[in-house]
């Protein structure tokens, strides 16, 4: 509970309307993508622009208010889980498009843009922003900035960090900073990698500047099925090796081209063990030659049928299938968990065999749909979890998975961020000089720890009653921190 006097100033700040303090009116925030973890927030505020933002994280600061910032909800990390004596700040309505600037390739936006409205912007210019989540019809900017979101185009064309200039932002002081330019460097620390990621913590988003790229003058979509998923993961080092940089390439398993074909059916066969999506983009002759090119690989790595997709609503058709695998593998379970890790890519084949040996030993099934270019994982852990010990039994097989990730040289999170969800798989990456660092970045911007708090970095102490359960490579972490 908030207490009133502090709502009354919130209400001096925003309009009534923008302030929610009934529990029946905040319990749509009460959770976001991952609904496994809820939590009620004291009050939801949505200021309309930067002053009134300014002056929420001022009021908060002053009153020691925690306070978790708000994009879309979709975080699949419970980043924007709330708290429950705290602020959820909605950056719903500051949605503006401010200037889209064709010489120089730059949109500047407010936050709480829609990712795919930046490129229906750009369209008219032959420009497009190239992060594509599969959740980018609603998914906002300041949340891709604060997860640093990924998507199928990644590969080729660079994760958020890679496509942003300049972000404005405030801090929970009410201070406004600026990191990065509008120029291609610039001095000082890189603080905009620093806040890119951040998940929050550090401060709220009110501005991006994201760089637009010519949108591709041709596109071709191949799709390849295989009877084993060890050849398709081998035929994705296959096509990299050569050279090519595909646009997008994406794999699906057995048990999501199953969901998919029930759900929206767009031809993918059924009897494959694994089919890839690869798509070419460029200028017309470059892309016939590298289709040519990069069918004869897939053929050559096992391949035993493959279809091309030339025309755009072709290729749309096709993409149709892997971009609604979330909710098509919605319906093959009441409860679904989406892990997300990120492995060097030649371990593609061996990961995938411990996943599945995995799902064997938890007797859990799993479906995989990822971005397999770029070695970031989503296995799809299916459950029940109405059935006692069920849900713990699929949080232990999520925690495998990922530890089995770092294993293999890779990271507890590709795309998603850490929020809740993470934190002990952070002490399986981590050991204690790093998390320590990490606190000391978090203590600089936000010295009471009032922005997005329990997220993103585990407490020395967590890791330490975590690395009591967890030994790895025979050492258990945190040695010197005693345990409880
Ligand atoms: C079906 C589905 C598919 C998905 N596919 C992908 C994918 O392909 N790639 C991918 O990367 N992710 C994917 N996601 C996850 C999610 O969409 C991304 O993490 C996205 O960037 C979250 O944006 P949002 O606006 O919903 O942020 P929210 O969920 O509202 O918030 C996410 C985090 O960002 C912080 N935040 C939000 N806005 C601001 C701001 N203005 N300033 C500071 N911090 C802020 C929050 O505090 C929280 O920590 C998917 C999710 C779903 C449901």
Redesign the pocket.
């Known amino acids: 509970m908030l207490d009133r006097t502090f709502t009354s100033a919130l209400a001096t700040i925003v309009p009534s309307s923008a302030l929610l303090t009934e529990p029946e009116d905040t319990r749509p925030y009460e959770c976001?993508?991952l609904t496994l973890y809820r939590e009620q927030p004291g009050a939801v505020v949505l200021p309309e622009n930067e002053a009134q933002v300014v002056a929420i994280l001022k009021l908060c600061h002053a009153a020691r208010v925690p306070v978790?910032?708000?994009?879309?909800?979709?975080?699949?990390?419970g980043?924007?889980l709330p708290v429950a004596a705290g602020v959820v700040l909605s950056?719903a309505k500051l949605r503006r498009i401010v200037a889209i600037d064709a010489a120089a390739r730059t949109a500047i936006v407010e936050?709480?843009v829609r990712n795919l409205a930046i490129s229906e912007a750009a369209a008219p210019y032959g420009l497009f922003y190239a992060p594509?989540?599969?959740?980018q019809i609603?998914?906002?900017i300041?949340?891709?900035?604060?997860?640093n979101?990924?998507?199928?185009h990644c590969l080729k064309y660079g994760l958020t960090v890679h496509n942003v200039r300049k972000v404005r932002?405030v801090l929970i002081t009410g201070d406004i900073v600026e990191f990065g330019a509008d120029a291609l460097d610039a001095p000082g620390y890189d603080l905009l990698a620093l806040f890119t990621g951040s998940?929050?913590l550090l401060?709220?988003?009110?501005e991006v500047t994201v760089k637009l790229l010519p949108k591709p003058d041709s596109a071709r979509l191949l799709l390849a099925a295989f009877a084993s998923v060890d050849a398709a993961a081998g035929a994705v080092s296959a096509v990299i090796r050569a050279g090519i940089v595909p646009g997008g390439l994406e794999m699906m398993d057995r048990p999501a081209i199953t969901a998919v074909e029930a759900y929206v059916p767009c031809g993918y066969p059924t009897d494959a063990e694994a089919v890839l999506l690869c798509e070419l983009d460029g200028i017309e002759a470059e892309v016939v030659e590298e289709c040519a090119h990069a069918e004869a690989i897939l053929r050559a790595s096992g391949a035993t049928s493959i279809r091309t997709a030339i025309e755009a609503h072709e290729r749309a058709a096709v993409w149709a299938g892997r971009k609604a695998a979330?909710?098509a593998l919605g319906r093959m379970a009441p409860d679904y968990y989406c892990i997300d890790g990120s492995i060097p890519r030649g371990r593609l084949p061996d990961v995938l065999r411990g996943i599945a040996e995995l799902s064997r030993e938890y007797a859990l099934p799993v479906a995989n749909v990822f971005?397999a270019g770029d070695g970031n994982l989503h296995p799809i852990i299916l459950y029940d979890a109405a059935n006692a010990g069920e849900r713990e039994r699929t949080e232990r097989l999520g925690t495998a998975i990922l530890a089995l990730c770092v294993e293999a040289g890779g990271s507890v999170t590709g795309?998603?961020?850490v929020?809740v969800e993470k934190l002990d798989a952070m002490c399986t990456q981590f050991a204690s000089p790093e998390i320590e660092r990490f606190h000391r970045i978090k203590h600089a911007f936000d010295p009471h720890g009032l922005l997005?708090p329990g997220?993103a970095i585990p407490t020395l102490h967590r890791c330490a009653e975590f690395g009591r359960m967890h030994v790895h490579r025979g050492a258990v972490p945190f040695p010197g921190i005693e345990r409880f």
């Open positions: 976001d993508g978790v910032a708000r994009g879309a909800g979709t975080s699949l990390s980043g924007s950056l936050p709480g594509d989540p599969s959740s609603a998914c906002s300041g949340g891709n900035v604060a997860e979101a990924g998507g199928v932002g998940e929050g401060g709220v988003v009110v979330f909710p971005h795309e998603h961020g929020g997005n997220k």
